[in-house]
């Protein structure tokens, strides 16, 4: 089973601040296979990031994704009071398709 | 608009049986590969089953295996989990999420969820 472990658990920062959301895999896998989603509370995920650094339809360009092999990176660029939120990543490479524990984006 | 509604959720006894539905519109259902995914309360997501367009192929994640029974009906447009066996700690809440398809590997959209709360 490929593990997913995101870091930090918490990130604490002001409206208008960069956030840098890290997503590490256990094993090495295709960009092809890494998600990003984001939720708020009370919702169901919503799906940000696509093949690693695709935005999907309907998400602002202050988000945006990177990374290949084992290292990914979700980044927002300037934060905006709607963004504050939890984030996950997600693989596709093999079963189970595991999703990282979380990050925790909230205002300082 | 695609849209995945869940229901079927509720409270059930310790080794209770619950079924839940997923009714998909806005989209043709029989063309997409369907999963079921699960957040116990204040936690992270667990994918739990995978069906096929055509329920060809199904997978399970090990908590999933031998309690949970994915399915479909194409012709109702409705995805279902059975769940046997309930747990308390079987307690979250329950997504329907469509995909992946070649090419886009994505769980997207989800269904808004429902809560399956096991206890005596």
């Known amino acids: 089973e490929i593990v997913l472990t995101q870091s930090p658990g918490t990130l604490s920062l002001s409206p208008g601040d960069r956030a840098t959301l890290s997503c590490r895999a256990s094993q090495r896998i295709s960009s092809s296979y890494l998600a990003w989603y984001q939720q708020k509370p009370g919702q169901a995920p919503r799906l940000l990031i696509f093949?690693?650094?695709s935005r999907a339809t309907g998400i602002p360009d202050r988000f945006s994704g990177s990374g290949s092999g084992t290292d990914f990176t979700l980044t927002i660029s300037r934060l905006e009071p709607e963004d504050f939120a939890v984030y996950y990543c997600q693989h596709f490479a093999t079963s189970p398709w595991t999703f990282g524990q979380g990050t925790k984006v909230e205002i300082k | 608009e695609v849209q995945l509604v869940e229901s079927g959720g509720g409270l059930v006894q310790p080794g209770g049986s619950l079924r839940l539905s997923c009714a998909a519109s806005g989209f043709t259902f029989s063309t997409y590969s369907m999963n079921w995914v699960r957040q116990a309360p204040g936690k992270g997501l667990e994918w739990l089953s995978y069906i096929t367009r055509s329920s060809a192929t199904i997978t399970y994640s090990d908590s999933a295996k031998g309690r949970f029974t994915i399915s479909r009906d194409n012709d109702k447009n409705s995805l279902y989990l059975q769940l046997n066996s309930l747990r308390d700690d079987d307690t979250a809440v329950y997504y329907c999420?469509?995909?992946?398809?070649?090419?886009?590997?994505?769980?997207?959209?989800w269904g808004q969820g429902t809560l399956v709360t096991v206890s005596s």
């Open positions: 999420a469509r995909g992946p398809m070649p090419g886009r590997f994505v769980f997207d959209p």
């Open positions: 093949d690693a650094s």
